[in-house]
C-alpha cells in the first residue's frame, strides 16, 4: 500500500540550532511533494511543494527540502531554527497515478528559547 | 482573499446520533477536500470533489458518512448515526484545481463523541 513515513514523532531543538525532519515514501513513478505546517491554534499551511526540476526547493520562512529520487525521500531542512518555529510539520505525496495526497502522521516540533 | 470557512469549529454529540459538517471554499476553486485528522495522526482523505463531482470517495464510510457539495461551491459532511471512533477533526481543503495540486485548509471541526 502506498505510505508516508515520518519517523520523528517529536524533535526538540535549541534556538539556532539546524533542523532536519525525515520524509519518506513508498510510490513508484512520479511523485509530487509537499510540507505542510501548522502553528500552534492556526490552520494548515504550504509551507513549500516540489512538482519538477530542480530537486532543491525553498520554501517560506528560511524552509527548504530536498527531493533525492533513489531514496523516495524529501526532507525538510532550516539551518537555524528560531521559537516561532514550533509547530507540527507534515509531510504530503501525491502520486501521478491517483488523485489524492497522502498525508504523513507529522512531527512535532518544539523549539527552547 | 478569505480563506476556507467552516462551521461548527466544535461539536459534542452522543454515539448514534448524527452530525453535519459545513464548508465554504475560497471563491473559484474547483477541488474541494473532506479530510478527517484523529489525535496524533495526519489528515485521512475522506472525499474529494472536482467542482459538484465526486472524484475520490475510497476512503468514506458510506454506511455512516455522506457528502455532497452543492452546484459545485459549498459543501456538507453528514455523519449518521455517529460512533466513539468518530472522534476527531475534520477538516475542509480547497484548491484551484486544473493540475494546481496545492491544498488551503480551513480551521476545522473538533468532533466529539461520547
Known amino acids: 500500500a502506498q505510505s508516508v513515513s515520518q519517523h520523528n514523532h517529536h524533535v526538540i531543538l535549541s534556538e539556532a540550532a539546524s533542523l532536519e525532519l525525515g520524509c519518506n515514501y513508498s510510490?513508484?513513478?512520479?511523485?509530487?511533494l509537499f510540507w505542510y505546517v501548522q502553528y500552534p491554534g492556526q490552520h494548515l499551511q504550504l509551507l513549500l511543494k516540489?512538482?519538477?526540476?530542480?530537486?532543491l526547493v525553498k520554501g517560506i520562512k528560511g524552509f527548504e527540502a530536498e527531493f533525492i529520487k533513489s531514496k523516495f525521500s524529501f526532507n525538510l531542512r532550516k539551518p537555524s531554527v528560531q521559537w516561532s518555529d514550533t509547530a507540527e510539520y507534515f509531510c504530503?505525496?501525491?502520486?501521478?497515478?491517483?488523485?489524492?495526497?497522502?498525508f504523513g502522521s507529522g512531527t512535532r516540533l518544539s523549539i527552547r528559547p | 482573499e478569505a480563506g476556507v470557512a467552516q462551521s461548527p469549529r466544535y461539536k459534542i454529540i452522543e454515539k448514534r446520533q448524527s452530525v453535519a459538517f459545513w464548508c465554504n471554499p475560497i471563491?473559484?476553486?474547483?477541488?474541494l477536500y473532506w479530510y478527517q485528522q484523529i489525535l496524533g495522526q495526519g489528515p485521512k482523505l475522506l472525499i474529494q470533489?472536482?467542482?459538484?463531482?465526486?472524484?475520490?470517495d475510497s476512503q468514506l464510510p458510506k454506511d455512516r458518512f455522506s457528502a455532497e457539495r452543492l452546484k459545485g461551491v459549498d459543501s456538507t459532511l453528514k455523519i449518521q448515526p455517529a460512533k466513539l471512533e468518530d472522534s476527531a477533526v475534520y477538516l475542509c481543503?480547497?484548491?484551484?484545481?486544473?493540475?494546481?495540486?496545492?491544498?488551503?485548509f480551513g480551521p476545522g471541526t473538533r468532533l466529539t463523541v461520547t
Open positions: 481543503a480547497s484548491g484551484p484545481g486544473q493540475g494546481q495540486y496545492e491544498q488551503y
Open positions: 510510490y513508484g513513478g512520479t511523485v509530487n
Open positions: 516540489y512538482f519538477s526540476g530542480d530537486p
Open positions: 504530503a505525496v501525491r502520486s501521478s497515478s491517483a488523485s489524492k495526497i497522502i
Open positions: 471563491s473559484g476553486h474547483a477541488t
Open positions: 470533489f472536482q467542482n459538484n463531482g465526486v472524484v475520490d
